[in-house]
C-alpha cells in the first residue's frame, strides 16, 4: 500500500526554467510533508517542508505548494541550474510520529 | 555543526551472520530514526530512539533491532542476515519537525 506516490519516475528540464515535481498521498492523517534531495552514495539532504496549516512555502528557488483537498503536493525549483540533477523524494509524516513515509523519488535532469 | 555520521559507510557479510551499524546524530539532537533504501522497496522506516527509549517501530522482523546511548548515539543490529537484508541503512536525527540524513551505510549480503 503506497501511501506517498510520486507517479514521475524521471523529469527532464532545461536549465534556467522552471521544474515542477508532483506528490500525491493517501493517508489524511499526515499533517507534515518534507522533500529531499539525494545524490548516489549519499543520505538524503533535507530541501523544504511545509504543514498542513499552510498552502504555500518558499524558501529561495524553492516553493512547494499543498493542496490538501486533492491531497497533492509539489515542489517548484525556479531557476532550475546543473546543480540540481539529483533524485528527489518527497516524505510525509503525522506530526509527533516522526515516521516518514517515502514516495519513490523522481530522477530530476537539468540539461544545458 | 557536524553532521550525521554513520560507520561503517560499507559492509561486506555472509548469510547467517549478524551486523552492528552505528550513527552519531547532530549534536543536540535527541532523536535518532534509522531507515532502509532498497531499489524494490524504496525508503522504508525501521524505528525510532529518543532518550533511549524506542518510541516507534515500522514493519521490519524482530531480526532488526536498535538501542540509543545516552548521548543520544545510536546503533542498529541485524541478525541472522539474509540476502534481502542488502540495502544502503541510513540514519536521520532531528531537534524539530525536520530530519537530517546522515551518508548511510552500504550492506551487502552474499
Known amino acids: 500500500d503506497q501511501q506517498v506516490k510520486q507517479n514521475s519516475p524521471s523529469l527532464s528540464v532545461q536549465e534556467g526554467r522552471i521544474s515542477i515535481l508532483n506528490c500525491d498521498y493517501t493517508?489524511?492523517?499526515?499533517?507534515?510533508f518534507l522533500w529531499y534531495k539525494k545524490y548516489p552514495a549519499e543520505g538524503p539532504t533535507f530541501l523544504i517542508s511545509?504543514?498542513?496549516?499552510?498552502d504555500k512555502n518558499e524558501d529561495g528557488r524553492f516553493t512547494v505548494f499543498l493542496n490538501k483537498s486533492a491531497k497533492h503536493l509539489s515542489l517548484h525549483i525556479v531557476p532550475s541550474q546543473p546543480g540540481d540533477s539529483a533524485v528527489y523524494f518527497c516524505?510525509?509524516?503525522?506530526?509527533?510520529?516522526?515516521?516518514?513515509?517515502f514516495g519513490q523519488g523522481t530522477r530530476l535532469t537539468i540539461n544545458p | 555543526k557536524a553532521g550525521v555520521t554513520q560507520t561503517p559507510r560499507y559492509l561486506i557479510k555472509t548469510r547467517g551472520q549478524q551486523v552492528t551499524l552505528s550513527c552519531s546524530p547532530i549534536s543536540g539532537h535527541r532523536s535518532v530514526s534509522w531507515y532502509q533504501q532498497t531499489p524494490g522497496q524504496g525508503l522504508q522506516f525501521l524505528f525510532e530512539y529518543f532518550s533511549e527509549t524506542q518510541r516507534n517501530k515500522g514493519n521490519f522482523p524482530g531480526r532488526f533491532s536498535g538501542r540509543q546511548f545516552s548521548n543520544s548515539r545510536s546503533e542498529m543490529n541485524v541478525s541472522t542476515l539474509e540476502l534481502g537484508d542488502s540495502a544502503l541503512y541510513l540514519c536521520?536525527?532531528?531537534?524539530?519537525?525536520?530530519?537530517?540524513f546522515g551518508p548511510g551505510t552500504r550492506l551487502t549480503v552474499t
Open positions: 493517508n489524511s492523517m499526515f499533517d507534515y
Open positions: 516524505a510525509a509524516d503525522v506530526q509527533g510520529a516522526q515516521k516518514l513515509v
Open positions: 536521520a536525527s532531528r531537534a524539530n519537525y525536520e530530519q537530517y
Open positions: 511545509i504543514s498542513s496549516i499552510k
